[in-house]
């Protein structure tokens, strides 16, 4: 913990909890903000969060299904649509 968390008052520490629980899906919705909530771990040694490194291969996974899935459905509707004449 750093010297300026220890001396923050129990009130102010309540108050950002407080707006922390309120503003949910907005601090979610903005990946930078709460990248500044989450504590980087292990950033000395080199190590990245577990955690982390899933998601953005999900999120690369994600992108390259939903680029076949277009593909696929731009195929049948191009196959399905009579032949110009």
């Not at 909890?17 to 989450?38: H, K, P, Q, T």
């Not at 999900?58 to 195929?75: C, F, G, I, M, S």
């Amino acid at each position: 913990m750093s010297e300026s968390a220890k001396t923050i008052e129990p009130e102010a520490e309540e108050a950002v909890r407080a707006y922390l629980r309120i503003n949910r899906a907005r601090l979610a919705a903005d990946g930078s903000f709460l990248a500044l909530l989450l504590p980087e771990r292990f950033a000395q040694s080199g190590l990245h969060d577990l955690q982390r490194h899933i998601i953005d291969r999900l999120r690369a996974e994600n992108a390259a299904l939903k680029a076949k899935l277009e593909a696929v459905e731009r195929a049948v509707g191009a196959w399905a649509s009579p032949p110009k004449r």
